[in-house]
């Protein structure tokens, strides 16, 4: 398995066949080890925090839905390998979900630059998030994504911090129209430990 590499490959995934037939019963397992990587920060926004797990069934599920076969696997694996955690990091999909679109519209227009005011406090260190360079995440005109993929790069001696079960660890978005933070539970922290070397 690739997991130790942080990288997923051709031989990780099942084939078509044996997916289909155990699809059921992989979604399910992963519900519940998405369980502890959701955490919920003010009324609209959400961090899911991926793993080498999420990302794999991410990827066997992109090929089942749409039988690409290697060509798509290979677009999929360049969508998908740079959200795996490196093993010195934690990797989160931002969600701003609002169901009505007019306000949804509304809202993101006015947290433009959001991506970079996300931050995770380990005790009294701020460790700023590094949004996902694949594309802006924010327009020109100042609109925000609904959908933000950021990086909190840790140095050694916070992923010791955030071993310690006893650390305060909180996440927030210190943005001037969204100002919401959040402290970790011990579950959250046990299961984002997972993602370190």
């Given at each position: 398995?690739s ?6 490959e051709k031989k990780?995934?099942l084939?078509?066949?044996i997916?289909?037939?155990s ?14 990587r959701?955490?919920?920060l ?17 990827v066997?599920?992109m090929?089942?839905?749409e039988k690409?076969g ?15 955690p490196?093993?010195k ?19 993101l ?11 995770m ?12 360079t694949?594309?802006?995440r924010?327009?020109?005109?100042g609109k ?9 790069k840790?140095?050694?001696e916070?992923?010791?911090?955030f071993?310690?079960?006893n ?13 919401h933070?959040t402290?970790?539970?011990?579950e959250?922290i046990?299961?984002?430990l997972?993602d370190?070397?």
């Open positions: 398995m997991k130790e590499n942080r990288e997923i990780d995934l084939a078509p066949k997916y289909e037939q699809r059921k019963q992989i979604r399910k397992e992963l519900i519940k080890f998405k369980k502890n959701r955490i919920a003010g009324p609209y926004a959400t961090f899911y925090f991926e793993s080498f797990e999420t990302m794999l069934g991410q066997q599920e090929l089942y839905i690409g290697d060509e798509q696997l290979k677009d999929e694996l360049t969508i998908y390998n740079p959200l795996v490196s093993g990091e934690l990797v989160a999909t931002l969600m701003f979900e609002i169901d009505n679109p007019v306000s949804r519209s509304i809202f227009g006015k947290i433009g630059g959001v991506e970079k005011n996300v931050f406090k380990i005790e009294n260190e701020k460790i700023y998030a590094i949004p996902e694949d594309i802006d924010t327009s020109a005109e925000a994504s609904s959908v933000q993929f950021i990086h909190f840790l140095k050694d916070q992923i010791i911090m071993r310690n079960i650390s305060n660890i909180e996440i927030g978005i210190e943005h001037k129209e969204y100002l933070t402290k970790l539970t011990e959250n046990k299961s984002l997972t370190f070397n």
